[in-house]
């Protein structure tokens, strides 16, 4: 069953915009204490890009802050991140996390990916 499913990728040339999109399955999102972002490039290890917990807290990694916002539509059980000002280091697979508690344990969830890719 596919919980997650990411939208919006694609290229880009340094400096513009996108906008991705994380629809999650219906009843999903009662039991998410937090989603988000990460991203891997290649040859490069997984990262963390920016999350929103249940409270709508946010937190960004140090390379995107100012540039990137995480938002959450509760009414559509959809997650966004809007990059703006892109970097050819931007460049990766993004995808979409999540994690819920199921009975009394913490479940990550993730999507399939969605590839970003920045020309210079």
């Known amino acids: 069953q596919v919980h997650l499913v990411e939208s919006g990728g694609g290229l880009v040339q340094a400096g513009g915009s996108l906008r991705l999109s994380c629809a999650a399955s219906?009843?999903?999102?009662?039991?998410?204490?937090?989603m988000g972002w990460y991203r891997q490039a290649p040859g490069k290890q997984r990262e963390s890009v920016a999350i929103?917990?249940?409270?709508?807290?946010?937190n960004y990694a140090a390379s995107v802050k100012g540039r990137f916002t995480i938002s959450r539509d509760n009414a559509a059980n959809t997650v966004h991140l809007q990059m703006n000002i892109l970097k050819p280091e931007d460049t990766a697979v993004y995808y979409c996390?999540?994690?819920?508690?199921?009975?009394?344990?913490?479940?990550?969830?993730w999507g399939q990916g969605t590839q970003v890719t920045v020309s210079s």
């Open positions: 219906s009843g999903f999102m009662s039991s998410v204490i937090a």
């Open positions: 996390y999540a994690n819920r508690l199921i009975e009394t344990s913490l479940v990550d969830f």
């Open positions: 929103i917990t249940r409270g709508g807290n946010t």
